[in-house]
T-cell receptor, first 115, second 113 residues
């Protein structure tokens, strides 16, 4: 079975631009979460989606938005990029229901560099 | 506000010995915890979980212990292998929020052959 996939792998943008990152969850998983990981820190929660609805939002500005599609894939959008948005963006999927409902599985991440 | 703390940035252990990685949390509502291993340029890999209804969970060489009164958990790896060298993150969540996990800053484990 394929794991969580993310695209693109790497991305270079300039300040003020916007970016869209994509994630496909593990087959059968209906929940997707997004995390930001800056160098030397642990992942920080940005959004969680389940059944196309936002179920949680971390402490990030409104420049960050996301959505989940009927096939459970997801997009993370960041507008008006700042230098501080440079980070590894991780997507995690989980089944949401069942015995292992809380176990999250991560994709390889998208490395975003803002110049 | 760091709700999950891993106070040891790094740890070195001889191959074959036990590795003990520690994690502390401040939010008493946390009731589910995960440990992840991360290699450079890869996403975190799920290792083991524990619910607050248990104080121990074991999976092969990996055992996680939870002390709720101390708000402390630890990951034991026995025996340690060179392939275990990676950064280890612990994460906790109050399960009534779904899967909104709070991560520690990680501990870099080096297993010396």
């Amino acid at each position: 079975d394929a794991g969580v996939t993310q695209s693109p792998t790497h991305l270079i943008k300039t300040r003020g631009q916007h970016v869209t990152l994509r994630c496909s969850p593990i087959s059968g998983h209906k929940s997707v979460s997004w995390y930001q990981q800056v160098l030397g820190q642990g992942p920080q929660f940005i959004f969680q989606y389940y059944e196309k609805e936002e179920r949680g939002r971390g402490n990030f500005p409104d420049r960050f938005s996301a959505r989940q599609f009927p096939n459970y894939s997801s997009e993370l959008n960041v507008n008006a990029l700042l230098l501080g948005d440079s980070a590894l963006y991780l997507c995690a999927s989980s089944p949401w229901t069942g015995q292992k409902r809380n176990e999250q599985f991560f994709g390889p991440g998208t490395r975003l560099t803002v110049l | 506000d760091q709700q999950v703390k891993q106070n040891s940035p790094s740890l070195s252990v001889q191959e074959g010995r036990i590795s003990i990685l520690n994690c502390d949390y401040t939010n008493s509502m946390f009731d589910y915890f995960l440990w992840y291993k991360k290699y450079p340029a890869e996403g975190p890999t799920f290792l083991i979980s524990i619910s607050s209804i248990k104080d121990k969970n074991e999976d092969g060489r990996f055992t996680v212990f939870l002390n709720k009164s101390a708000k402390h958990l630890s990951l034991h790896i026995v025996p340690s292998q060179p392939g275990d060298s990676a950064v280890y993150f612990c994460a906790g969540t109050p399960s009534n929020t779904g899967n909104q996990f709070y991560f520690g800053t990680g501990t870099s484990l080096t297993v010396i052959p």
